[in-house]
Nanobody
Framework: VQLVESGGGSVQAGGSLRLSCEAS????????MSWFRQAPGKKLEWVSN???????YYSDSVKGRFTISHDKSKNTAYLQMNDLKPEDTAMYYC????????????????????WGQGTQVTVS
């Protein structure tokens, strides 16, 4: 299994970026996809989840600005980020579980079996 993120970059505050996470090697669609981020000197932070049924969840810090989606036909998850703020600056990681997660597990790093290499987002 491999997850490959793309779409990061540098933007000014108020701008937008769309992150992509292309997955390969999975044998079925029963999994959650999430995005996490880690800013320099800070802990890994859960950002958003698209559960196995396609329902989206967001952290309070990005709710209303970010949109997650999962196109199973393309094996690709997306994170549309609008109205970006300097505090959104971080390395963004895509993560996939191998089962559909219970609600309490969606935010936990250890719930995810597969991770991408990360893509840097810088907002100035």
């Amino acid at each position: 299994v491999q997850l490959v993120e793309s779409g990061g970059g540098s933007v000014q505050a108020g701008g937008s970026l769309r992150l992509s996470c292309e997955a390969s090697g999975f044998t079925d669609d029963d999994r959650d996809m999430s995005w996490f981020r880690q800013a320099p000197g800070k802990k890994l932070e859960w950002v958003s989840n698209c559960d196995g049924r396609g329902t989206a969840y967001y952290s309070d810090s990005v709710k209303g600005r970010f949109t997650i989606s999962h196109d199973k036909s393309k094996n690709t998850a997306y994170l549309q980020m609008n109205d970006l703020k300097p505090e959104d600056t971080a390395m963004y990681y895509c993560a996939a579980s191998i089962i559909i997660l219970q609600p309490a597990s969606r935010l936990r790093r250890r719930s995810y079996n597969h991770w991408g290499q990360g893509t840097q987002v810088t907002v100035s």
